[in-house]
């Protein structure tokens, strides 16, 4: 188990020295929702990540023309 808060977090973090990957955007999840490997850029171990991805919708009432 990671000493570092690595669940459900807003960007992955490095489970080895904690690093937060705000770059996570350049990681190739394959789809919306995924797992994949990445490296830390600080310490350089590698270590697994998963995306997990709430949608939701918004919906407005067009306004109507006379």
């Known amino acids: 188990m990671?000493?570092?808060d690595t669940e459900y977090t807003d960007c992955p973090v490095c489970p080895?020295?904690?690093r937060a990957?705000?770059?996570a955007w350049e990681i190739d999840f394959d789809g919306i929702d995924?797992?994949?490997e990445s490296s830390c850029g600080s310490c350089g171990e590698d270590y697994s990540v998963s995306r997990h991805c709430i949608l939701s919708y918004s919906t407005l009432a067009k306004a109507r023309g006379d």
Do not use: L, N, V
């Open 2 to 4: 990671s000493e570092f």
């Open 34 to 36: 995924g797992d994949a």
């Open 16 to 18: 080895y020295c904690g």
């Open 21 to 23: 990957d705000k770059d």
